[in-house]
């Protein structure tokens, strides 16, 4: 079986397994407000997906997501993509291609540094995973990897899976060394909305930030593929050429997209509720257990990284095991070979029962790895 059939066939069995808890891929599994539920009905039951949606997305929720960020619809425009994976897919291709190179950090999120390679683009990874430095990218090391064919510089902020945010005073900075070697700077908002204070690069420097934007975490429509590229209209003409979306992205995902805008503010209070409750949950267990620690509290997302390197545990080892108790973590090698061996990452956008349960066999599934030997292939 080929690699993509094998890993294929691991998330094929993991959509199978009834009654799964999802706490490895930062997904929302909270109830859906019911006004996002009632627009999916109603957009099936007037059967308007018969009909292909506008290939830039509808215009009230391009608008939507722009007056969302905060910015001015006269300088920013909105094109809708399906999902954020694709709206960076298309960043890459517009403005990647050999000769230049892209720009990230270690840990970062692995799908766009594939798209910059694949559109000839030579990848270059910060490694930020350094308690002595606060787990974050520097203005420095950001200055000394970045150079005149710099063509994009790309953060995901917070971080994923790390959960740092990074201040106005830093973003002020990243954003002068890009505008200095006119690269742009690809801010990855898909977390923004679970930070305390999150400042938007497209503040800053308008004519070259290209903003990321996501509903997959906070309204929790991961399967229905909706996310957005924003940006300056003159850098919007550039991408949508290059859009996968070409006949419009799908119109009951555009429906619940533009009802959970409608009812953000009150959604996100109870969501935020819910998974500040989980991440201390985490944090008072792992506390308990000597060897293992929370090193980045709270964290800016929704989940959080556990160390288990002192330990001499495996991440690949914990995983399996609690798989095999129905539970789905993540271990750190699928954001990061270099780092990967020293933490598990648990999301905190569930049900606080999921939380409670991967709490509650945390000791005894740390004693069952270390005698696992058989480690599946993991995705």
Partial sequence: MSSFAQRNAHFDRLFATNNLFWLGQNTNH???????????????EAE?????????????????????????????AALITDGAVAALATVCRAYCEPGTN??????????????????GADVREIPIYDPAAGYRLTPAQLRDNADRNTRIVYLVDPNNPLGICYTRTEMQAFCEIARGVGAYLLHDCTYR?????????????????????????????????????????????RLAPYSAATLGSSVVA???????????????????????????????????????????????????????????????????????????????????????????????TVP?????????????????ARGVNDIPELF
């Fill in 48 to 76: 308007e997906f018969h009909a292909y949606a506008p290939p830039g997305g509808f215009t009230a929720l391009s608008r939507g997501i722009v007056a969302d960020l905060g910015l001015p619809q006269d300088a920013a």
């Fill in 254 to 348: 555009q429906r619940a997209a533009q009802a959970g805008l409608a009812v953000k503010k009150e959604w996100m209070t109870g969501v935020q509720r819910t998974q500040r409750r989980n991440q201390a949950a985490i944090k008072e267990a792992v506390d308990k257990i000597p060897g293992l620690n929370v090193p980045i509290y709270p964290s800016n997302g929704n989940f959080v990284i556990i160390e288990c390197v002192e330990l001499g545990l495996r991440p690949e080892a914990l995983a399996t095991v609690y798989a095999q108790r129905g539970i789905m973590i993540r271990q750190g090698s699928y954001h990061t070979p270099r780092f990967g061996s020293r933490f598990v990452k648990v999301s905190t």
């Fill in 193 to 237: 909305d679970f930070a305390e204070n999150h400042v938007l690069a497209a503040d800053l420097y308008p004519e070259g930030a290209i903003t990321i934007y996501s509903f997959s975490k906070w309204l929790g429509l991961a399967g229905l593929r909706i996310g957005a590229v924003v940006a300056d209209h003159r850098i919007i003409e």
């Fill in 102 to 119: 892209f720009v990230t950090t270690d840990p970062g999120w692995k799908w766009p540094m594939q798209f910059a390679q694949q559109a």
């Fill in 30 to 44: 909270l109830p859906m407000h019911p006004r996002v539920r009632q627009a999916m009905i109603d957009s099936i």
């Fill in 352 to 368: 606080s029962e999921w939380v409670d349960a991967f709490c509650r066999e945390l000791p005894d599934a740390i004693n069952a």
